[in-house]
């Protein structure tokens, strides 16, 4: 039986506190790094506890989970587009984050996506 938990994209701290769980919060980066509104405005800043490879973590879950991955920047900032398999039609809305931000902000985001909209790793969905 797997346990219910939530790993946060920012620095891969992992909760299985119910209530961390429900609103995606990260208890050391405070803040809640899990909630595709909230989580953009801190993943999109700078944080101290943010693991510097997360983004190439992010990376190869979107590309497991059968995604193509177009990065490239945007007005508002660097904006990430998922496409399945070699579509030309975005499978999610394009993830854009704040200006100046990292392309690994922008990689969790759509990661977050991804996972709510149903894909998983090994390019099962439910």
């Given at each position: 039986?797997?346990?219910?938990?939530?790993?946060?994209?920012?620095?891969?701290?992992?909760?299985?506190?119910?209530?961390?769980?429900?609103?995606?919060?990260?208890?050391?980066?405070?803040?809640?790094?899990?909630?595709?509104?909230?989580?953009?405005?801190?993943?999109?800043?700078?944080?101290?506890?943010?693991?510097?490879?997360?983004g190439f973590a992010d990376l190869?879950?979107?590309?497991?989970?059968?995604?193509?991955?177009?990065?490239?920047?945007?007005?508002?900032?660097?904006k990430v587009t998922l496409f399945?398999?070699?579509?030309s039609v975005p499978v999610i809305?394009?993830?854009?984050?704040?200006?100046?931000?990292?392309?690994?902000?922008?990689?969790?985001?759509?990661?977050?996506?991804?996972?709510?909209?149903?894909?998983?790793?090994?390019?099962?969905?439910?």
């Amino acid at each position: 039986m797997t346990t219910p938990a939530f790993t946060c994209p920012c620095c891969g701290a992992t909760s299985s506190n119910p209530n961390d769980i429900a609103q995606r919060y990260c208890g050391r980066c405070h803040d809640w790094t899990g909630d595709p509104g909230l989580g953009a405005r801190h993943l999109a800043g700078g944080c101290p506890e943010r693991m510097t490879e997360q983004g190439f973590a992010d990376l190869a879950w979107l590309l497991d989970a059968g995604l193509e991955v177009r990065i490239g920047p945007d007005a508002a900032g660097m904006k990430v587009t998922l496409f399945e398999g070699a579509g030309s039609v975005p499978v999610i809305d394009p993830v854009t984050v704040w200006p100046n931000a990292v392309v690994g902000a922008a990689l969790a985001m759509a990661r977050m996506i991804a996972e709510d909209a149903g894909y998983a790793a090994g390019g099962i969905r439910p």
